[in-house]
């Protein structure tokens, strides 16, 4: 784990707290604006991703990221250590110590996991662990290149969820997926809009979605990035085999070698 990672977290507080504080939040206004865009960029990806098992780390939301997936089974790893009602669907876990078979889900949905995680990269680690091959990771980050990262330095807000948070850029993100083998198939960036609070703003300054979008779209609050797991196949060379074994049938007359058939013309 590097130092700056471990920082960063030590800054958000303990483990448990940092989840409910991102989980308050998504309740406020310009959370409620980040997570509906973030809910219609999954719904596209995940309409597009077949299988049996699929994962969400992660408690933010529960379901509800999944609500649009084809997958057969969809369920939660709540990170959260708190106790929770059993029909929830979810289940208690570490990132970085899954308790699930390996090769046995099809997606793994990441909602901000990384960058709020005191081991990011054994948290991939576990990704490439349980994922079938040619199976899925979706990756939901916060993008240390945009303006959002402007506001957090200048307001002062490094020691407050979601800014304390190690903030983790798609270039690097590609590095750490391509060294799991992954494929990156798809990166896209939302939420172009100052990070404000007030309602009425975030209202007017709807334009800069559509502008960010199509002039500067690597500077976007927020990515969703989504991950091939690509297994390489090798053709395999056959052994030059010298075994003394016969392989004719009993009772069946033996083939005659080209050696024995040159002597007998002789």
Known sequence: MGKKAQRSFTRCGEHANVWQALAQWYQTHLGQKVEAREKELLHEVLSNLFGYHLLQMGCIEQLEFLA???VSRRIVMDV???????????????????????DSLDVVVLPHILEFSEQPHEV????????????????????????????RWLLGWRGMVPWCGHFIGTTRMKDWLSLLGFEVIET??????????????????????????????????????????HVSTLTPIRPRWKS??????????????QQRRNNMEK
């Not at 208690?92 to 699930?100: D, F």
């Not at 349980?130 to 990771?137: L, Q, S």
């Not at 709807?206 to 609050?221: H, S, T």
């Open 68 to 70: 649009n997936s084809r």
């Open 80 to 102: 959260c250590d708190s106790a929770r009602d059993a029909t929830t669907g979810c289940f208690q876990g570490r990132p970085h110590a899954m308790p699930v078979c390996t």
């Open 124 to 151: 991939l680690r576990e990704v490439e662990r349980t994922v079938v091959p040619e199976g899925h990771v979706v990756v939901l980050g916060f993008n240390p290149l945009s303006i959002w990262t402007l506001w």
């Open 244 to 257: 003394s074994r016969k392989l004719a049938t009993p009772g069946l007359v033996e083939p005659m070698s």
């Open 188 to 229: 896209r960036y939302y939420f172009f809009r100052p990070p404000f609070q007030h309602e009425t703003i975030l209202g007017k300054l709807r334009f800069l979605e559509r502008v960010g979008q199509r002039l500067w779209p690597i500077l976007g609050g927020g990515y969703v990035m989504l991950a091939r797991k």
